[in-house]
């Protein structure tokens, strides 16, 4: 998918984030296919929401997937993502995330349109509000003490 957008953009760059059991793989297909000076290996790393903001789109082709945090930490962020059918619907939280099939042929034109777009939250996303989230936190802790206290 990287070899066509980088043929129709000549300015893209595929920065890679993490690190798994295919990075040999991976690392030989970018030298083979000449795009060594396209593609940066950041490697796995610990704080990876400091790089959702550097891209104009997340692209997550999983095979098997949980709740994404990625998917969902990128959308906070303002950051557009384009995620398989392996990401579940509960991390779609804006109308800046779209799902594909991996077996579609749209994934190269998803890609570039959504890089294009900008990122609006809707209800979904407040579940995600630190705010409201440590307040109902609070709330529990209180709750536990008073029941606690009363016992």
């Not at 290996?41 to 997550?60: H, M, Q, S, W």
């Not at 209180?142 to 206290?149: Q, S, T």
């Amino acid at each position: 998918i990287f070899k066509k957008i980088s043929e129709i953009r000549k300015d893209s760059v595929l920065l890679l984030v993490g690190d798994g059991e295919m990075n040999v793989q991976i690392h030989q297909w970018v030298e083979e296919n000449d795009l060594a000076d396209k593609v940066i290996f950041v490697g796995k790393v610990t704080n990876p929401e400091y790089y959702y903001r550097l891209a104009d789109v997340i692209v997550l082709p999983s095979i098997f997937e949980g709740l994404s945090l990625a998917t969902i930490e990128s959308q906070i962020a303002g950051t557009p993502v384009v995620v398989s059918t392996a990401i579940p619907k509960e991390a779609i939280i804006s109308d800046g995330c779209l799902r594909l099939s991996l077996k579609e042929d749209k994934w190269v034109d998803s890609i570039l349109e959504y890089a294009e777009r900008k990122v609006i939250l809707d209800d979904r996303s407040k579940a995600y509000d630190m705010r409201k989230a440590s307040k109902l936190l609070e709330e529990w802790y209180i709750r536990k003490a008073e029941e606690k206290n009363n016992a």
